[in-house]
């Protein structure tokens, strides 16, 4: 484990020592670091409730603290936290398979270009991704052996992992299959291990959540936005590309995916909807829309359901014009990198079909 470590830590430090020292690329890594300076300086935790996932944000704020206001160190951080995510996973592709899977899956993961870009960029995804990876031995481990030590560090797990991104609340009772089928275990035992996971997992999630009922005055478990991106995923301007994601109906972007001449109208009748609602009631009537929209149109929602799933599995996809590193080496990079991978997944589920319950786990992360 210690080679694989290793490996990975050389490979995200070389990257992360080509990027300037004082300099962010991205949107998103400027509003992270006002969030880390805000703390930092007393004044709590600024920021809106769809950027209100709490774990990145203060990690970095505790870096600040510690070392200073220097990326340069809070990206080595990122790279020791790298380096540990496939280390966790070498040691999770060893319980499942053997020590020669577990090294060759540690070691691509280590020179993997996107999990060596991740390191170098303030985006909550190196932080969420080493969380995932703990998540995943900690179920791999709970199948394993369904006693109840492991059902609360699983659950612990899974409460931290949600709070480094809010998408994984989804897995939090997903899990549940992980100890149901286990075997050998009488179905009461398996029925508690389930209990005492969810538990632990919102035992985790609860002070957050009370936060969020301070300042919002909206039961918010980890931060907004499901209903706003079901919307954009589920409404009639929707194409199951990329583009849906700068959908919203206070600006103007869906009139290039206009279905109608009524559109206009229907916009306009969702926007007085929306108008003098707060973040939490807006995101709660989008929600609503999307609900009725997938209702009515099951058929339509099918078929965009599939073209996301595409898009999902896609090395790239078109980005907006401005984006200045878009160019014909990255794209290579992309695909060159993530297609073999993918390859090599779809091969796995085929020829381990008959160990589906051994690897639910798997199974169960890349499903939800």
């Not at 080509?18 to 890594?29: I, K, Q, V």
Request: some cysteine; aromatic content about 14%.
């Amino acid at each position: 484990m210690i080679w694989v470590f290793l490996v990975a830590l050389f490979a995200r430090v070389a990257f992360v020592l080509t990027l300037g020292r004082s300099d962010l690329y991205w949107p998103d890594e400027r509003l992270y670091d006002e969030i880390a300076t805000g703390l930092l300086n007393g004044k709590g935790f600024v920021a809106s409730g769809y950027n209100s996932t709490p774990l990145w944000p203060a990690f970095l704020a505790l870096l600040y603290k510690v070392f200073g206001h220097d990326f340069l160190v809070a990206r080595l951080a990122q790279c020791v936290l790298g380096a540990s995510t496939c280390a966790l996973s070498q040691a999770t592709a060893t319980r499942l398979f053997d020590h020669r899977v577990g090294l060759c899956s540690g070691l691509l993961l280590a020179v993997y270009p996107p999990l060596v870009y991740l390191a170098g960029v303030f985006y909550m995804e190196n932080f969420y991704a080493f969380w995932l990876a703990g998540t995943v031995y900690a179920l791999v481990r709970l199948g394993q052996s369904p006693y109840w030590k492991s059902a609360a560090l699983a659950g612990v797990v899974l409460g931290v992992t949600a709070l480094s991104r809010s998408v994984a609340l989804v897995l939090i009772p997903a899990a549940a299959l992980v100890p149901w089928l286990a075997t050998g275990v009488p179905r009461a035992r398996r029925a508690g291990l389930v209990v005492v996971m969810w538990l632990a997992a919102a035992a985790t999630i609860a002070p957050w959540t009370i936060r969020n009922w301070r300042a919002f005055q909206h039961f918010v478990p980890v931060a907004m936005g499901s209903g706003s991106t079901l919307w954009r995923g589920n409404c009639e301007f929707s194409r199951g590309d990329v583009g849906d994601r700068f959908l919203n109906p206070l600006d103007d972007f869906w009139k290039s995916r206009a279905p109608d001449d009524g559109a206009a109208e229907r916009m306009q009748q969702l926007r007085g909807r929306l108008a003098g609602l707060d973040e939490a009631g807006a995101d709660r009537i989008l929600g609503e829309e999307a609900g009725r929209f997938i209702r009515e149109n099951p058929l339509h929602c099918g078929k965009l359901y599939l073209k996301k799933w595409l898009v999902l599995h896609s090395a790239f996809s078109e980005t907006r014009r401005q984006n200045e590193h878009v160019n014909q080496r990255n794209h290579f990079v992309a695909a060159a990198s993530f297609y073999p991978v993918l390859a090599l997944g779809l091969c796995g589920v085929v020829l381990f079909a008959h160990r589906w319950r051994e690897l639910r786990v798997a199974y169960l992360v890349w499903g939800t």
